[in-house]
């Protein structure tokens, strides 16, 4: 294996290692976010409305298949019959679909107003169960969708507000009308024996009512009603709708579904219906004639005392009587066919008219042409419900109607000429029978006349009865073609919302997602140093070593607190600049500088150098940042006299040398601030003050300024030593690595290494905060596991302190 790809791998597993640490030293933010997550779905669990959906289905017959056995199977495997099957499928659920069905159903329920209960945070809708009943005027103008609010009160009276188009707040009676420009409507309790289940009604009991827009109504339902086929084979629909009243949502399906059966048998029976109707009518016609010439015939049989014809009169008379009821039957189907005839004039919907053959007629050309235009005339219903209005399915079905009218209309023509002519022969025959009745007496002859009118019109209404009562048995013989299998329950509703368990899972998953995708944005857009490691990758500068988070309230943390960890992060430092002086004769003279102000070069200066004055070296640190100078406020020494006022001549060297309470610890301010300071930098006077110091001191600190800022520092360089660059953890960018190590390829400064400051390295990495990087993982040195070890040492601070110093409310 090659041996960098197996160090890189070695290096992505230490880096995913480092962030599985950086999220379990994040945990209580994991649980935090975790806990108000999963407490806002307990929440939503328990005061969301709940939705429940509700099923039924239904059995849709084919209409139209009228195969069986092997030409069944047949045709099935052939694949045409599972095409229109499909089809008669997809168009019921069309008409199921539709706003026709729907609005009858919901016409014929009790949703005209909803009742809703107002609880502390839910308020649920109260179907056929709420202690009051609003009767309102159908008469009368009602304003829709507007809450009108209930208080009961008590069992005489209750508070009527409105607050919306009428402002109204009032005290009433129960059943005492309530009337203005947009309501009336009175409100009475409801009876004991009108509760669908036992409730007690507490005063005062808050509700409010909504009287509904039967339309609105109407396709809020419409939308969300799903009817979908159990299998792509099956003809068995099921019906779903969701609310959170199951039973509301129950009795919908319920009347949705009868609504929808019934719909189908009046159409199936309305051939039937429209057929008696006819007959009615002919009847009703015929009816008068009839009665008239029976009296007729009763009159002239008691005025003339003549009971019965002679065996002549007899004779002619019954072929006469069978010509007549062939005139009868003709006259019938005359009317029959103008009736046809109006249909196709007034271009009327033929899949409710009457069949010929019910009529006597059995044309078989005539028959198939007005089976043919009343199937088309339902796949038109269908497609209407279905389809758009500029489907091409649909402009294909009225050209096929129109051409197929066409061919009714001229079958009819010549059906209605042949009739006219057969009509034409019998009045021939009749004529020339009656004129073999004029030779008979009298009497006979006018007892024959009078008969055969009454037979004539008997014959007539004894048809007609016999075809009205073979209508009314097919139209009680109908069945619907659709059958309900299973009825709309509100005992098998399913619950589908809230979903506790998915919610508490997806309520886990954000709340661990959430400071997850804080940590890893936070590391992508952070530009910021954060880890050794990111300065080991970017730069080869050596690392001098790193130097803890100062919480102390002073700088002088060496000097005041000698037993901290930051201390010993100092003696550190000062092992490590022996080693890089070894060799060295005289004093030694290290730089201290960074990119910019706030790194902490000072805070580094002041304990580096008194790091050195513990071990008795004598040491002097001078405040080389003329442009902006800090060192006198963090000693709390004169900026008077100085760095500035030696090298302008107007102090001695004496005098801006100030001692510390460590008998090895002098110090240097900058002194005032002069107008020239990269000037005066570069006088012999600065070369003279140097070349002393170095001669009265074994150490010769100094705080220079930033080097990205100006460029006093690049002058300084020439006599130090070591120069030491400091970086500031979570605060010095990475592009500060690039200035470093343009500076250390082009050796502007000699022996420079860096210094990393400010380390809060956690606990989960081995390291302490305050000491930067320890050794032992957390164990100390035999004392209790690391606690102990320095006198900083304290424990992880609690939950509530953590949440205080990420809000910035604490240090």
């Known amino acids: 294996m090659d041996p960098k790809t197996d160090f890189n791998k070695q290096e992505d597993k230490v880096d995913i290692k480092k962030f599985i640490f950086k999220m379990i030293g ?49 045709v099935e495997d052939l694949g045409v019959m599972r095409r229109t099957q499909k089809r008669e499928v997809e168009n019921e659920i069309g008409i199921l679909k539709s706003y026709t069905v729907s609005r009858r159903a919901i016409e014929e329920l009790d949703f005209d107003i909803s009742y809703f209960s107002i609880g502390r945070i839910r308020t649920p809708e109260i179907y056929k169960n709420s202690p009051f009943i609003v009767e309102i005027d159908t008469s009368h103008l009602q304003g829709y969708g507007q809450q009108i609010y209930v208080t009961l009160l008590s069992e005489e009276e209750y508070k009527l507000d409105m607050g919306e188009s009428v402002k109204v707040s009032k005290k009433m009676k129960y059943g005492e009308w309530y009337t203005d420009k947009s309501f009336r409507f009175n409100i009475r309790l409801r009876k004991e024996d009108e509760y669908t289940q036992p409730t007690e009604v507490k005063y005062p009991s808050e509700n409010y009512f909504i009287i509904n827009n039967i339309n609105a109504l109407t396709n809020i339902y419409r939308g969300k009603l799903s009817v979908e086929a159990t299998d792509k084979k099956s003809s068995i629909l099921v019906l779903t709708v969701q609310g959170t009243v199951p039973q509301k949502e129950a009795d919908f399906l319920n009347k949705l579904l009868d609504v929808y059966v019934n719909m189908g048998l009046e159409e199936k029976n309305q051939i039937a219906v429209n057929t008696v109707k006819f007959i009615d009518n002919q009847l009703f016609s015929i009816m008068d004639s009839l009665e008239m010439t029976e009296t007729d015939l009763q009159n002239f049989r008691l005025n003339n005392k003549v009971v019965d014809l002679s065996y002549e009169g007899q004779n002619l008379f019954d072929k006469i009587e069978v010509m007549q009821s062939e005139k009868s039957l003709l006259m019938v189907k005359k009317e029959y066919l103008n009736y046809l005839l109006g249909y196709v004039e007034k271009k009327l919907d033929f899949s409710d008219v009457i069949a010929p053959s019910v009529m006597g007629i059995n044309d078989p050309l005539l028959i198939s042409i007005i089976e043919k235009i009343a199937q088309l005339y339902d796949e038109k219903k269908i497609y209407e419900v279905s389809s758009k209005t500029n489907d091409p399915g649909l402009e294909m079905i009225n050209s096929k109607i129109r051409s197929t009218m066409n061919a009714l209309k001229e079958n009819l023509l010549n059906i209605v000429e042949n009739n006219n002519f057969s009509l034409k022969n019998i009045e021939d025959r009749v004529a020339r029978m009656n004129s073999e009745i004029q030779k008979l007496p009298v009497t006979e002859k006018q007892l024959i006349g009078f008969k055969r009118k009454f037979d004539l019109n008997n014959n007539i209404y004894t048809y007609l009865l016999q075809k009205r009562a073979e209508a009314e048995i097919v139209k009680a013989s109908n069945i619907a073609d659709s059958k309900v299998i299973d009825s709309a329950m509100p005992e098998n509703a399913v619950s589908i919302s809230p979903k506790k368990n998915l919610n508490f899972i997806i309520a886990f998953i954000i709340g661990f997602l959430i400071p997850l995708l804080v940590i890893i944005l936070r590391d992508f857009f952070n530009d910021k140093i954060i880890e050794r490691k990111d300065v080991e990758d970017n730069t080869k500068v050596p690392i001098l070593g790193a130097v803890g988070h100062n919480n102390k309230e002073s700088e002088q943390v060496v000097y005041n607190k000698p037993k901290s960890s930051i201390a010993e992060s100092f003696r550190t430092l000062r092992t490590n600049l022996q080693y890089m002086s070894k060799g060295k004769e005289g004093s030694y003279t290290i730089g201290i500088t960074s990119t910019i102000s706030g790194e902490g070069k000072t805070f580094c200066a002041i304990n580096l150098a008194s790091i050195f004055a513990i071990s008795s070296k004598k040491t002097v640190l001078l405040g080389l940042d003329l442009r902006k100078p800090k060192l006198h406020k963090e000693l709390n020494i004169s900026n008077e006299v100085g760095i500035s006022t030696f090298l302008i001549g107007k102090s001695k060297y004496e005098d801006i040398i100030f001692p510390s309470e460590n008998e090895n610890l002098f110090f240097i301010a900058s002194g005032p601030v002069p107008p020239n300071p990269a000037e005066l930098i570069e006088t012999p006077k600065m070369d003279e003050l140097v070349a002393r110091l170095q001669k009265d001191f074994d150490y010769v600190i100094m705080d220079t300024p930033p080097v990205a800022l100006v460029t006093d520092g690049l002058l300084l360089t020439k006599y130090c030593d070591t120069n030491i660059f400091v970086i500031r953890q979570s605060y010095s960018s990475k592009s500060v690595l690039k200035f470093v190590n343009d500076l250390y390829e082009e050796k502007q400064m000699k022996n420079l290494c860096i210094l990393i400051n400010d380390v809060k390295a956690p606990t989960y990495y081995g390291y302490r905060t305050g000491y930067g990087y320890r050794y032992g993982y957390g164990y100390g040195y035999g004392y209790g596991y690391g606690y102990g070890y320095y006198d900083d040492d304290k424990k992880t601070p609690n939950l509530l302190t953590r949440l205080l110093i990420f809000l910035k409310f604490k240090k």
């Open 26 to 74: 994040n945990w209580y933010w994991f649980a935090l976010t975790i806990s108000i997550c999963l407490a806002l779905a307990y929440y939503i669990n328990r005061y969301s409305d709940p939705i429940y959906k509700v099923s039924a289905s239904v059995l849709v017959k084919d209409k139209s298949n009228a195969l069986v056995g092997g030409v069944e199977s047949l």
